[in-house]
């Protein structure tokens, strides 16, 4: 039994952030998930698809987070519990639908996970979404611990019931990916189903009807502000002239910091964790009783904005700060140290930092950029098309995926990239405002997501472009998990109907389509070469199952293979393909057996045939 429903309730377990939201998605009775997988929020969606393998949770990987939305909001609106999980990105994707769902309201409680990534560790901004519960008008709650984290899911689900609104769960990297203590609570009983009460003139949302909706909306926002001036989840801390308002991770830097500093009695703390409405006749409170105040916030200045404005209607003219170049940054995630030494700074408080280590005894540590895997059939891809294009002006406009690494040398496959799905539509535009050749990149997950209006688009306006498909047979870039395309028969799981590519791609109108398989280097060089001759669209479709995916299925590798005696040190193989399977030794090229997986690019591309499979 998975381990988030197999222990009884006050026990106590060691979980990832995630892990405890999707825990306590499951205390809460949640019967309908839903997702499109992204980092940092993934392992929340991992683990709900695993529990719904051995429970009644119905569970599905959406074809995009506005088609997740949609699922969630009609079963809501059926009476049931509903959680549709995210990344910050994939706000973007669902907000036409989030923007009138929050008109029309819930029955069922429907909690709407959103994890933003401050400093982008695995994302192409650090957009804040705490703007997007002010632009909805929706609840939003933020946890500041692992626990917090489980605990406010079912208060989520509570108070999306009580309000009849959605609510959003805000999180950010280091709160999903943190591990701690979390002391489980009781799971209530799931309901799978009950019905929906036809009642257009709530539903269906005409100017007419959402006029009337838009002002309910008012209404219960006033009454979710009365809710947030007294939840437990907005609260202070210590006592003193000067104040400090923080919010979800910040708050234990800032926690950290008083007392390291020794001024809990100088420095009153005012933790928002339920921060949309703001808590205005608390916030107003609390700033009459300070000299001066600082707002810690990852992100943007969310809540200094809010808090500079009470002030003004208070007529309070106190020294309010947060966001300055002498003070924090809006730019990146926070750190202890990095708060310890502003708060110190910002209230004269007299401080000596710890000395810096000495480490110019260190050897530098050695980069590690992010690299396709050893055996990755994009690299083969990449290869090929560099090699079909060779002499013609080209531009390379990428996608969201695994693939985006092929930007880097000596690949350089990549030229442009906005989100997900852009590659198609930046393409049409490319080959318009240009007299260049050119091939965009899109994987098969993300084709599904956002790729086939674009297509669509390029048939429909005569671009002249040559779409290239990476077909790895799962979304790789999150982990593994299904989209359309994948069959699940692999998986050992019933009941899909796995979607053809090529099928869709022949449908939308595109007459020259191409399947490739990439590690036959001679054969896709030249099925690209006479796609790229195509006057209008053409697609190559590249498959070949992830290797790392593969591997996973127990689908064994090829033989490893070395550089024997005929290599004359050309290094093409390394200069070409940069293949992390290869190293240098004492001056000469060799092969770590022990991560070749024996796709044999390498052997086919190399002039003198130096590069044969191992025996053994």
Known sequence: MHKLIAEPPDTKMLLLGNEAIARGAIEAGVAIATTYPGTPSSEISLNLFQISQESDLYFEYSTNEKVALEVAAAAANSGLRSICVMKHVGMNVAADALLTLAYIGVKGGLVIVTADDPYMFSSQNEQDNRFYAKLSGLPMLEPSSIQEAKDMVPFAFDLSEKLQLPVILRTTTRINHSTAIVVLGKILTLKTKDDFIKDPFNYVTVPAVSRILHARLLKILEQAENISATSDYNFITGGGIFGIVCNGISYNYVFDAVNDLNIKDKVKILRIGFSHPMPQTLIKDFLKGCEKVLVVEEGEPYMEEAIKAFAQEEGLTIEIKGKSRDLFSRLYEFNPAQVRQIIAGYFVITYTPAQALNLSQMPEVPQRPPTLCAGCSHRATFYAVKKAAEGMETIYPTDIGCYTLGFLPPLSMGDFLICMGSSIGSSGGFSKATNKKILSFIGDSTFFHSGIPGLINAVFNKHNATLVILDNGT??????????????????????????????????????????????????????????????????????????????????????????????????????????????????????????????????????????????
């Not at 005696?565 to 290869?582: G, Q, S, V």
């Not at 240098?584 to 086919?604: F, H, L, M, P």
């Open 475 to 616: 979304t790789a870039m999150t982990g593994h998990q299904p989209h359309p395309g994948v069959n699940m028969k692999k998986l050992n799981l019933d009941g899909y109907e796995p979607v053809s590519i090529e099928n869709i791609v022949r449908a939308v109108g595109v007459s020259h389509v191409t399947v490739i398989r990439p590690y036959r280097i001679k054969k896709s060089i030249d099925a690209i070469k006479e796609a790229l001759n195509v006057d209008g669209v053409s697609v190559v479709i590249s498959q070949e199952i992830c290797t790392l995916y593969a591997k996973g299925l127990k689908k064994g590798h090829g033989r490893p293979f070395y550089i024997n005696e005929k290599c004359k040190n050309h290094r093409e193989c390394i200069n070409e393909l940069a293949c992390p399977a290869f190293l240098i030794e004492d001056g000469r090229v060799k092969i770590d057996a022990t991560i070749c997986t024996g796709c044999t690019v390498c052997a086919q591309i190399c002039p003198e045939h130096a590069i044969s499979p191992l025996k053994k």
